[in-house]
């Protein structure tokens, strides 16, 4: 984690925290870095914020004065931007958005030639000229200013690569999407379309501050009751740059991405597709899950919190999907970042291929009754490292047994320690977890 850059680039509220210099600087940055040889080529993709065209000026002002071209996807999706990054072997990528978070943020995300997150080493680099650490970087003159492109071909592309994808029809099939008035909107209904789907959908007409308000992946119970009213088959809930899909059964039961892993990896398993016979998922997947996959033969590996540290299990394993709750699934055969309409596509294949439907395919894993509790503390390593602490945690774990586990983490943004249990029942869980905060506060760690 930098200065100004997270595990999922330099995100803020707009003009507050994140500011059009900043923008102006990263593209400075970039337009230099990657232009030293020859001339650069950056692709560049925004969500449907009001302040993410604001944001594509001062990224290709930056961009063009530093000498390098800057192709426009204009409102697209980050899975789109790392496909065409990838493909068209442009140097970098960039994608304007805050993901799931309010309008008033915003955020830009850099992606290498390989369609994955950039590397820290050259986001930290960019903090340093940001803050005035690397000296003034010279500016491009006469004929070697960049230009601007405009490359809605690119995104049009991608959006032929996600219709060749399924090797069956949709045919008759009623569909919800709820596209949260984001990237989404301008792709996933020509795609389902084009399969032949019924499609029906929703939150489609973004104005610029409605993105993720009261719709999406993160108010799933908007499709739900629109999936139940409307008599649909399934639904598919994307965020706001739509890296990540939540579905909906036709009884509005939700699917979230630890239950799409299980669908998708026992398919993908009898279709000889699973690399290893292995899903990577975090550290907070459901033990339910865990003991589907082992009840199923399938294998499986834990990282750290954040699909970058899935992606990078993935590939440096050679794996073929992983994910997290949260619905960032990633298909390596197909992309090498999470990707929420592909999501989609997978679990339709599953669904179709079978014969059957959504909820009968999640009704095979049992999903354990999970709580998970925020505690501030002053410090969060000296919490976490407690004796008292490190004793009552290792505990709880024998006394859950085979039937439960705890985690204790710290939070990588707040001065947090995350206490989560899972057990077979509700008041197990709240049990376990009171257990553990009672002890930091005997121990004085927590802060009000």
Known sequence: MGKYFGTDGFRGEANVVLTVEHAFKVGRYLGWYFGKEK???VVIGKDTRRSSYMYEYALV??????????????VTTTPSVSYVVRTDNFDCGIMISASHNPYYDNGIKIINSNGQKVEAELEYQIEEYIDGKIPEL??????????????????????????????????????????????SSSIAKSVFDALRAKTYVINNEPDGTNINTNCGSTHIEVLQKYVKENGLDVGFAFDGDADRCIAVDHEGQVI????????CGKYMKEQGKLRNDTVVTTVMSNLGLYKALEREGMRYEQTAVGDKYVCENMMNNGYSLGGEQSGHIIFSRHAST?????????????????????????SEVKIYPQLLKNVRVSDKKTARENPKVVEIVEQVGRDLGSDGRILVRESGTEPVIRVMVEASTDQICKDQVARVVKVMEEEGLIVE
Request: one cysteine or more; glycine letters at 10%; hydrophobic letters at 40%.
């Open 338 to 362: 999470g990707d929420g309409i592909l999501t989609s596509l997978m679990l339709m294949e599953a669904i179709v291929e079978k014969k059957t439907d959504l909820h009968t395919l999640a």
């Open 138 to 183: 010279p500016l491009a003159t006469k004929e070697n200013i960049g230009r601007t492109v405009d490359y809605v071909a690119g995104r049009n592309r991608y959006i032929g690569y996600l219709i060749s994808i399924p090797a069956h029809s949709f045919k008759n099939i009623k569909v919800g999407l709820d596209c949260a008035n984001g990237s």
């Open 61 to 74: 002002a930056g961009l063009t004065a530093s000498g390098a071209d800057a192709y426009l996807l204009h």
């Open 39 to 41: 001339k650069a080529q």
């Open 256 to 263: 979230d991405g630890d239950l799409i892993m299980y669908i």
